[in-house]
């Protein structure tokens, strides 16, 4: 019984981007208004700027779904590790377009236009949000400058966002830059943010609200930093590490035991501060894990 309901708390927090498992903190919902803002007052790009982690593209999911039900007609690319040639026609399959549309024999540049042009008469506005620019190949690039930067009238109902991590920023166009209505940065987690999210997920999970103990919880946001990614898998882990062990819940030695021996070991920075424990001696606790997936 306790080991079911354990997993139960470990399945709550899958990593899976859906929006109804997105964290919606005062600076998302910031963050959401901030977008919603460039689609009522017609802005042509906004840029969101966030680590790694910090959940950059689960906020572009969740901002696809909100955009859409404001009447816009919403397509959300990544460019991350594209091909040369291939982001407009993967940008286009994410298009509604009709059979005879995507029957033409016409460039997808031409295409797309075509799809802005008719969106624009149709006074129903396109968003298109391009995550990982930072990453996007050179034409990628080209094309996203181009779209925010031309003045036709097919493209004035046209809104871009832009996402990137801050390191990323100087691959993005200036045109992206310079002319970006708002900017969006993303901020860490609080503790209290870990603490929301983590009721909010056992409760949408149907586990125990007491699977973790407060200070579980409490060291489970020390050692994850406030990255809501790094939040997600210690969790996870956590709970599986205890069901595991047939404790009763997860304590506070577990999240720490399972951030100091399962997860890489680049994650030490986020918690060797002055005030860390020193690392114990190893032990085979993982033993006690495997078993759970073996």
Known sequence: MVRERLHLAAAAF?????????HMGPAQEEALARLE?????????????????????????????RLGGLGAEV?????????????????????????????EA???WLALENRLRENTLMERPTVLIFDDVDHAPDDALDGIARLVAAGEPRFASTVIVALATPTGLPRVPDAVRLRAAVRIDLPLWSEDDVAAYMATALHRGSADADAFSDTAVTTLARFSGGVPRMACRLARL????????????????????VWRELLPAETDTAAEADDSPRRPAARPQVKAVRRLWG
């Open 75 to 103: 397509a959300v690319l990544s460019l991350h590790g594209l091909p040369v040639g291939e982001w407009l026609d993967l940008l286009l399959a994410r298009l509604p377009l009709d059979p005879a549309s995507r029957a």
């Open 238 to 257: 956590s709970a599986i590490a205890a069901a595991g062990e047939s404790l009763d819940r997860v304590d506070a030695a577990t999240v720490e035991r």
């Open 14 to 22: 899958d990593a899976a981007i859906d929006p109804a498992g997105f």
């Open 37 to 65: 803002w460039l689609l009522t007052e017609r802005q042509r790009c906004g840029l969101v700027v966030a680590a790694a982690g910090l959940g950059k593209s689960h906020l572009a999911a969740v901002a696809a779904r």
């Open 106 to 108: 016409i460039r997808p």
